[in-house]
């Protein structure tokens, strides 16, 4: 798959490029963001919030492992940390799989390699823009197909960050 790498020199351009990629997300999408810690993760999380319309305080959820945001539209904002969990049946057990791939919300989570499988039943992202990942076919006709986009962030010195994510998105960098 190919991927586009962005750089970003301050916290600022890291949340504005959230700002720009959360309209390239439909309901259903979970964003998930891999990095080590201070790789700008929830930055990126909360450019994500505003582009989407929210404007209340957004923070990570490390302790609360979950926060809603409610967006105007109505739908939501699902931001979950699995930093503290360890593997799917703690997921499960605080009940995830109400905050992925809903119809009406779009989830980011860090630390998504703790969830791995959950993620992976979604399937990759689609190689065209994410307007055109409706399914078809005899499982999936009429209806959208789970996506789940992996967005890969690294700390590279002072306040500048990289940041890949797949070519397909119908993001322009």
């Known amino acids: 798959m190919q991927e586009i790498t962005i750089t970003t020199r301050d916290e600022a351009a890291t949340e504005g490029l959230g700002r720009r990629l959360a309209g390239c997300l439909r309901p259903g999408t979970v ?34 492992i979950v926060q809603e945001y409610r967006r105007p539209d ?30 009406n919300g779009v989830t980011v989570v860090e630390w998504p390699e703790r ?10 992202a689609p190689t065209g823009p994410v307007a055109s990942a409706t399914g078809s076919g005899p499982d999936t006709a009429g209806a959208d197909v789970p996506l789940t986009v992996h967005v890969h962030l690294a700390h590279a010195g002072g306040d500048t960050r990289t940041i890949r994510l797949p070519a397909g998105l119908g993001f322009d960098p």
């Open 115 to 124: 969830i791995a499988p959950l993620l992976a039943a979604a399937g990759p």
């Open 31 to 64: 964003l998930a963001l891999h990095g080590e810690l201070g790789a700008g993760k929830t930055v990126l999380a909360r450019g994500l919030a505003r582009g989407l319309g929210i404007l209340e305080p957004v923070t990570s959820p490390t302790f609360t």
């Open 74 to 103: 109505g739908s939501w904002f699902y931001h979950l940390d699995m930093y503290r969990i360890n593997g799917v049946p703690e997921a499960l057990a605080f009940g995830i799989e109400e905050f992925l791939f809903g119809p």
